[in-house]
């Protein structure tokens, strides 16, 4: 579960030192969104059911970003988002989803998720609302510094 450094040819990415944990029970999704993100700089780690991705947000080393899917086993992607957000610290939520129902979307907004993409999400797409995400976020901390 360790995060892997990125390699040489990556160095210049949008997402640079930005660690990121990806949480899918689809291995292919999990490798492919790894793969993107690594592509851009980022330092990955993935973890394929909810409660592995509570233990590495509360871990020595919490990810900057989660990259999250609803359906998961032994606990859902919405009691993930539960346990990791509302806290001063709290990463940046993506949650990915097949599901195109409202209704989640809305009870993921009420829980806090920072963006809320239908599957399939280009990966292209996904790197860009990471990217927009952390740049608002550090908007934001610059602002609180300056009052």
């Known amino acids: ?7 040489e040819h990556t160095m210049s ?7 990121i944990l990806i949480v ?3 291995p292919d999704i999990l490798e492919s969104i790894e793969v993107a ?3 851009e700089g980022a330092e990955t ?3 394929a059911d909810g409660n592995a991705a509570v233990a590495a947000c509360q871990s020595e080393e ?9 359906m998961l086993p032994k606990r859902s992607g919405f009691l993930v988002l539960e346990k990791i957000k509302g806290h001063e610290d709290s990463p940046l939520v993506v949650m990915v989803t097949a599901n195109e129902g409202k209704r989640h979307q809305a009870y993921a907004e009420s829980l806090g998720v920072d963006s809320y993409l239908l599957k ?3 990966l292209s797409q996904l790197v860009e609302v990471i990217d927009d995400l952390l740049s608002k976020q550090e908007a934001e901390e610059g602002a609180d510094e300056e009052e």
Do not use: E, I, S
Not at 13 to 19: C, P
Not at 63 to 70: F, N, Q, R, T
């Open 62 to 70: 919490p990810p900057d970003v989660v990259v999250l899917d609803m």
């Open 13 to 19: 990415g949008r997402l640079d030192g930005v660690r």
């Open 45 to 47: 780690m993935t973890v």
């Open 120 to 122: 399939p999400v280009p």
């Open 37 to 39: 993100l690594q592509a």
């Open 24 to 26: 899918d029970d689809d």
């Open 1 to 7: 579960m360790a995060l892997q450094p990125p390699t």
